[in-house]
Structure formats: structure tokens, C-alpha cells
């Protein structure tokens, strides 16, 4: 069973510019989550998608944008990206939403502004 | 206030020795589960046990357990036999019932390294 897949697995941006970042969670999961992972802020929840709805969105800036697609497949949108957009991004597949079901990640993209 | 607290920065443990990773979380929800997830330095988080809070018995996964303290709000991880694929973040996570956002919260991790 293939697992939680993120392309790509490192980018370098510009200021300024915009990226998209895709997830495809493993097969049968339709929740899929996006995390922030920076040295100083540690992990922190971007937003979730379940059945293509964003049903919880952490404490970011609307320049970070999400949606979902029929086949649970996930993208993540920053634009107008500023250094502090420097980060790992996580995403994490969920076969459910309750609060005892696992989630399991994918490798990460590495993003650098600069 | 913090949900999730891990009081260990860094930790060292010989090969093969017992090790205890420390965790304790708050939450008013009765409903939650407990999460544990390793980072080794490529980057990828590794999910290693789970524990609901109205499991009656401590999770066990392999090497790993989970010794889960409800009064005290704790739930530590032990990691039997240390190996030295064991070095990484350690990452203590809860996430609480749907009445809630319902999304992972993490604490700021534990570097375990494994000498031998």
C-alpha cells in the first residue's frame, strides 16, 4: 500500500512569487492535513480537507491557500511568498476526522525563499 | 497555555539501554488521542503508537510503548533496546474530539541520539 506522496520534495522560490504544493494521501483516506514545520515555531496546522471541504484552517495569513480533489489529492498555494515562508511542509492522511484515528505523513517539501 | 509539553530538549541513551521520553498534554475534552511520531533528519514523520484516552491499557508497538498516566495528563514514551536507527525527533501529539478543531497538536519535540 503506497503511502502519503508530496511533490516536490525541495523547492527554492523567489520573493514575491507563488508555489503550489501537491499531497496524495494513501488510497481510501479522505482527510488530508497541511503543517508548517520551522526551526523557531515547530509544527504548526495550516488546514484540513476532508471530502474536498477545508473543515479546519489554522491561524495563517490568506496568502495560504488549499483545496481538495475528488480523488482526495491535496494542493496548497502560497503566494506573494516572503522569507518567513521558509519551511518544511508536512502533509498528513487521515482516514477519518475523529480524534482517535492516526495520520501518517509524507516526506515533506522543503521549501527556501530567498 | 501550551497543549502539548515536552520537557526534554535533547536526551542520550546507550545502545541497547531502555529510554523514556517525556510528554504531558492538557485538555479539558474527555475525548482526545495521543500520538507519538519520530523525524529522522530526512524529514518524514513517522507515526509510532497511538493511545485513546478511554483505552483501559497502556498502547504497546513493538519496542515502544506508551506509559499513559490520565490523572497526571502524561503519556511518556519507552523505547526498549535502543538501536541506533533510534537517533531522531520525537514528537508527542494529541488531537481532541470533533467538537474541536480536530487537527494534530504537537509538542516542541525531544532529539534522542543513540550512542554505542
Known amino acids: 500500500k503506497a503511502g502519503v506522496t508530496q511533490t516536490p520534495r525541495y523547492l527554492i522560490k523567489t520573493r514575491g512569487q507563488q508555489v503550489t504544493l501537491s499531497c496524495s494521501p494513501i488510497?481510501?483516506?479522505?482527510?488530508v492535513s497541511w503543517y508548517q514545520q520551522t526551526p523557531g515555531q515547530g509544527l504548526q496546522f495550516l488546514f484540513e480537507?476532508?471530502?474536498?471541504?477545508?473543515?479546519n484552517k489554522g491561524n495563517f495569513p490568506g496568502r495560504f491557500s488549499g483545496r481538495q480533489f475528488s480523488n482526495s489529492r491535496s494542493e496548497m498555494n502560497v503566494s506573494t511568498l516572503e522569507l518567513g515562508d521558509s519551511a518544511l511542509y508536512l502533509c498528513?492522511?487521515?482516514?477519518?476526522?475523529?480524534?482517535?484515528?492516526?495520520?501518517?505523513f509524507g516526506q515533506g517539501t522543503r521549501l527556501t525563499v530567498v | 497555555a501550551q497543549k502539548i509539553t515536552q520537557t526534554q530538549p535533547g536526551m542520550f541513551v546507550q545502545e541497547k539501554e531502555a529510554v523514556t521520553l517525556d510528554c504531558t498534554y492538557d485538555?479539558?475534552?474527555?475525548?482526545?488521542?495521543l500520538f507519538w511520531y519520530k523525524q529522522p533528519s530526512s524529514g518524514e514523520m513517522i507515526f509510532l503508537i497511538y493511545?485513546?484516552?478511554?483505552?483501559?491499557q497502556n498502547a504497546t508497538e513493538g519496542r515502544y510503548s506508551l506509559n499513559f498516566q490520565k490523572a497526571r495528563k502524561s503519556a511518556n514514551l519507552v523505547i526498549s533496546a535502543s538501536q541506533l536507527g533510534d537517533s531522531a525527533m520525537y514528537f508527542c501529539?494529541?488531537?481532541?474530539?470533533?467538537?474541536?478543531?480536530?487537527?494534530?497538536?504537537f509538542g516542541k519535540g525531544t532529539k534522542l541520539s543513540v550512542k554505542p
Open positions: 498528513a492522511s487521515s482516514f477519518r476526522l475523529e480524534e482517535n484515528t492516526e495520520a501518517f
Open positions: 501529539a494529541m488531537r481532541e474530539g470533533i467538537g474541536s478543531q480536530g487537527n494534530l497538536i
Open positions: 480537507y476532508f471530502s474536498e471541504t477545508q473543515r
Open positions: 485538555t479539558s475534552d474527555p475525548s482526545y488521542g
Open positions: 488510497s481510501g483516506h479522505r482527510s
Open positions: 493511545q485513546g484516552s478511554y483505552d483501559q
